[in-house]
């Protein structure tokens, strides 16, 4: 929401109606009703300012920060502890996009992130047969590892106990299993390889619990960065991890 009007837009239209209410009036450099069109024009700039700025408070996505927790607070979203506005704003911004619905696979995830230091949570939904429910959980950077210790997983299942629904009678709050997944890719060139090195730990350390590594993935941040052929060995196939396990780079070994 804009409220885009300029000083000097204002200004000249305060001059013009001067001008159109007393006629021959001196509006020049250093005149009396400059000088006070130029005080109604700093004064009203200040209010389009002030609107703009309400405007901004009235959605979440562009409020501030103090502004954006009353949204949350309205909401029953509460802040954790050491959560940038950003990471602040998506919780909600998803509480809104996906209300509350009775316990499905997003409510857990969302009570899971509603935990001090819970990064992410990935909800599986009859990972144990009927009326269970796996969550699996990534610790933030404040905890010191993603991999969540124990106190953590117990304060989520303690939560979720609380506001679960009691159809879901078997819940397990787990840690994921790492997959420390070596690359072994040459062709690329002294110029490149380290820089194409960097670029493939970075892709394997974003992969979420039970992504699959494909290799054209793979090949393809290489050609990104300019290499024609390069020649992957390893990994030899797709890798392709169980719902609670996650890739994450081993050796990555790039010529």
């Known amino acids: 929401m804009a409220y885009e009007k300029g000083f000097d837009e204002i200004l000249n239209d305060i001059l013009t109606d001067f001008q159109n ?4 009036v001196d509006v020049s450099q250093g005149s009396l009703a400059r000088m006070k069109a130029t005080g109604y024009a700093s004064a009203l700039w200040g209010l389009y300012k002030y609107m703009e700025w309400i405007g901004r408070q009235a959605f979440p996505d562009t409020a501030d920060t103090a502004a954006l927790e009353h949204h949350g607070w309205v909401r029953g979203v ?21 209300p509350p619905a009775g316990g499905n696979a997003n409510d857990y995830e969302v009570w899971a992130k509603e935990i001090d230091g819970v990064a992410q949570a990935y909800a599986i939904p009859l990972a144990q047969g009927g009326e269970s429910v796996d969550v699996i959980v990534i610790a933030d950077t404040t905890t ?13 299942a303690a939560h979720i106990a ?20 070596d690359v072994i890719m040459t062709g690329v060139g002294v110029g490149l390889a380290d820089i194409v090195a960097g670029e493939i730990s970075a892709y394997l350390s974003s992969f979420i619990p039970g992504a699959v590594l ?13 290499v024609p052929n390069p020649v992957l060995t390893l990994p030899a196939a797709a890798v392709t991890p169980s719902s609670n396990e996650m890739i994450r780079p081993g050796v990555i070994d790039v010529s």
């Open 162 to 181: 609380e506001v679960r629904p009691v159809g879901a009678r078997f819940v397990r709050v787990l840690a994921p299993e790492i997959i420390e997944q």
């Open 214 to 226: 494909y290799l054209p993935q793979l090949d393809a941040i290489a050609v990104g960065k300019g």
């Open 144 to 156: 010191g590892s993603e991999i969540p210790g124990q106190n953590l997983l117990d304060d989520v």
């Open 21 to 24: 209410t007393f006629p021959g």
């Open 78 to 98: 509460p802040r954790t502890a050491g959560e940038t506005d950003a990471a602040y704003l998506a919780r909600l911004l998803n509480y809104l996009r996906r």
